[in-house]
């Protein structure tokens, strides 16, 4: 097999903001977390300014994009609001994740196909501005072809299920996004992927070679309590690398 495009690494930072925001104070600094990460080795930070702001805020989002030196990659749903603030701080990218007030966490991807007259217009004023469009959807091929008919340039496929699964059904989830991820070869979409990994289950979604981009949080600010948070990155970079080298060889 040919060289491989390099796997990035987008390192989601938003809860260093729970940490923070769970005694309402200044401390851990999201953006202390995000310059370790760049020099750590991640390609990019994610942030995700949520509509109830439960942990990245707008002030947030301001340091981030006067201090980081590396792209930021600014989650958000599709609302005017959060349309307004993307354009405002013209960020790199965008990716669009949907969103429910009650949710733990997000809980599946976006319906591109169900709600393509709210998106089209929104994904075309990010595209206008300059901002690089993903949309965070399931490995469908249904949301695959509402990606290309919305102009969004990038999806981001949901391996949460992946992450949950164990065993004969992890497999299947597995195989459900490498036919997603080659789907998206086809259509011209570049394919990036997220949610839920961790040390045990990156192995196989790095390996899958039409990805180029994993944006991962959770894990590595979890295990940043135990290890420190460039050890943790490092790590993941590592089994990154070491996936991607074992297709490439
Ligand atoms: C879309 C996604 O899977 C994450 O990037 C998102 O940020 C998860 O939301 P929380 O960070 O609020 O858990
Ligand atoms: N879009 C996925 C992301 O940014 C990080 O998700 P998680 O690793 O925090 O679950």
């Known amino acids: 097999m040919s060289a491989l495009p390099p796997l990035r690494l987008g390192v ?6 729970t940490v923070r925001n769970a005694r309402g104070g200044a401390l851990p600094d999201p953006l202390r977390a995000a310059a370790i990460a760049a ?5 990019g930070i994610t942030a995700h300014l949520r509509e109830d702001r439960r942990h990245i805020v707008d002030a947030d989002i301001d340091g981030l994009m006067r201090e980081l030196k590396i792209p930021l990659n600014l989650e958000m749903a599709a609302t005017p609001e959060m349309l307004a603030i993307a354009l405002r701080h013209q ?4 990716c669009i994740v949907p969103e429910k007030r009650e949710e733990r966490t997000t809980e599946g991807g ?17 595209r206008d501005a300059g901002i690089r469009v993903s949309l965070f959807i399931e490995a ?11 102009g969004a340039p990038v999806v981001e496929l949901h391996t949460g299920s992946y992450c949950e699964a164990e065993g004969e059904a ?24 997220g949610h839920g990994l961790s ?17 991962i949080g959770h894990f590595l600010i979890g295990e940043a309590i135990f290890v420190g948070l460039d050890a943790a990155i490092r790590e993941m970079r590592r089994l990154m690398d070491q996936a991607r080298a074992g ?3």
């Open 12 to 17: 989601n930072i938003d809860h260093v903001a």
């Open 39 to 43: 020099a750590a080795g991640a390609d």
């Open 91 to 94: 960020p790199h990218a965008a």
């Open 110 to 126: 976006l319906d591109a196909a169900g709600q393509h007259n709210q998106l089209k217009p929104l994904v075309a004023r990010l």
């Open 140 to 150: 469908d091929s249904r949301q695959l072809e509402a990606a290309v008919a919305l």
């Open 170 to 193: 992890q497999k299947a989830e597995l195989l459900r996004l490498q036919k997603a991820a080659a789907l998206c070869a086809k259509f011209g979409l570049e394919c990036h992927a």
């Open 199 to 215: 040390y045990a289950d990156v192995g196989p979604v790095a390996a899958i070679p039409q990805v180029r981009e994993l944006n």
């Open 247 to 249: 297709i490439a060889a």
